[in-house]
């Protein structure tokens, strides 16, 4: 492939981010081949600003000029991402989709499983991934730096959004149109860092809260406990009502911690001896552990959207493996699906939950928001 034709399926804020990267060439190897918006404005601003980038006016339209791309971007609300995405497949199209991959787990396999007999390649925009400071957390896990994880800790409450945010849009934190709050939609990239770092967790109890900062139905607080038959034990807490926030990951092992902070400081404290091994040779002291703590240094990248096309490009045109793809994305969606189904059964669960359950409860909350908007 000499290029990477890509039609853009939707062109609202980060859809018109995407193509103003690949209209200024910011991507080697990748083009801007169409874009499908279905209103009037959108389109006359492609007319003005896009010569000669083909503007299509739904979903069937741009399938009807399948011949005339390689890939599509998706980029619409995230409860038409699979509809959208199968029927891509279906006409043998490679497909990016922005997160999260969908909202129902069993979907979201369908799909996954779908690329794969097509034989067309499945990625996520997980653009966290290329956040210099958590790739080189996870290299350093991988290379046994604090030994096996024992436990991890993640407060995320940066999120603060007034009043205003939640009524910007009627479909915006609700049942109906998001289909949930803080984890469909700000956790999504933790919740895949969290993964990419650490693994799939086995079981999680999920504390939510609903509507506890703003007039809405839907989760906006989360405390959320993740365990793995290993032994590790995590901790996710966020929200979207607090303010200041802080942002900060840490990892313990017998051989020390691991913190990201603020998704751009990493640090390391290494302990002298390992914890067992300090325990074993000073069974009558009380004394401290000695550690030493260092900042190791990272650089940021400025162009994380970039670097995730950038890779899909590389990928369809030389084979390069993806930074991330439609298994990352099923499996932060089986977990979103399983935080909920705690939540709302207010109980342990093990991952992946029953789909069926998580379908009939998420429709329980649809008719009852649904019976509040006629009321």
Not at 327 to 339: C, H, I, K, S
């Amino acid at each position: 492939m000499q290029q990477v034709r890509m039609v853009l399926i939707g062109f609202g804020g980060m859809g018109r981010k995407y193509a103003a990267m690949l209209r200024d060439k910011e991507v080697e190897g990748m083009v801007l081949a169409g874009v499908c918006c279905r209103n009037a404005p959108g389109q006359q601003l492609l007319r003005e600003e896009y010569p000669g980038v083909a503007i299509y006016r739904d979903v069937e339209d741009t399938l009807a000029h399948a011949g005339d791309f390689d890939a599509a971007l998706i980029v619409t609300p995230h409860t038409s991402h699979v509809q959208i995405a199968r029927r891509m497949v279906a006409a043998g199209k490679h497909i990016l989709l922005d997160k999260p991959a969908g909202v129902y787990a069993r979907d979201v396999r369908a799909l996954v499983d779908q690329a794969r007999t097509a034989g067309v390649s499945f990625g996520m925009m997980f653009n966290t991934r290329a956040n210099a400071a958590f790739g080189k957390a996870r290299e350093l896990l991988q290379a046994g730096a604090v030994g096996t994880p024992v436990r991890a800790v993640w407060v995320c409450n940066t999120w603060f959004r007034t009043p205003a945010y939640h009524q910007s849009s009627p479909w915006r934190s609700s049942w109906l149109g998001e289909r949930g709050g803080l984890l469909i939609n700000q956790s999504q990239h933790y919740l895949d860092i969290w993964q990419w770092l650490l693994g799939a967790p086995d079981g999680v109890y999920a504390d939510l809260s609903f509507g506890r900062y703003a007039p809405i139905t839907v989760d906006d607080a989360v405390d959320m406990q993740l365990y793995y038959d290993n032994g590790l034990h995590g901790t996710y807490i966020s929200s979207t009502g607090e303010n200041p926030g802080v942002n900060r990951l840490e990892i313990w092992g017998e051989k020390g911690r691991l913190c990201v902070e603020d998704t751009a400081r990493l640090f390391l404290d290494e302990n002298e001896m390992t914890t067992t091994e300090y325990a074993a040779v000073n069974r009558e002291i009380y004394g401290k552990l000695a550690h030493h703590s260092r900042e190791i240094p990272v650089q940021a990248n400025p162009e994380v959207y970039q670097t995730i096309l950038q890779n899909f490009c590389d990928h369809l045109r030389r084979g390069v493996p993806l930074i991330t793809d439609g298994e990352d994305g099923l499996r932060t969606v089986e977990l979103t699906n399983a935080a909920y189904v705690s939540a709302w059964q207010e109980r342990k669960v093990r991952l992946p939950v029953d789909p069926a359950v998580y379908e009939e409860l998420l429709q329980k909350r649809m008719e009852e928001e649904q019976g509040l908007v006629q009321g």
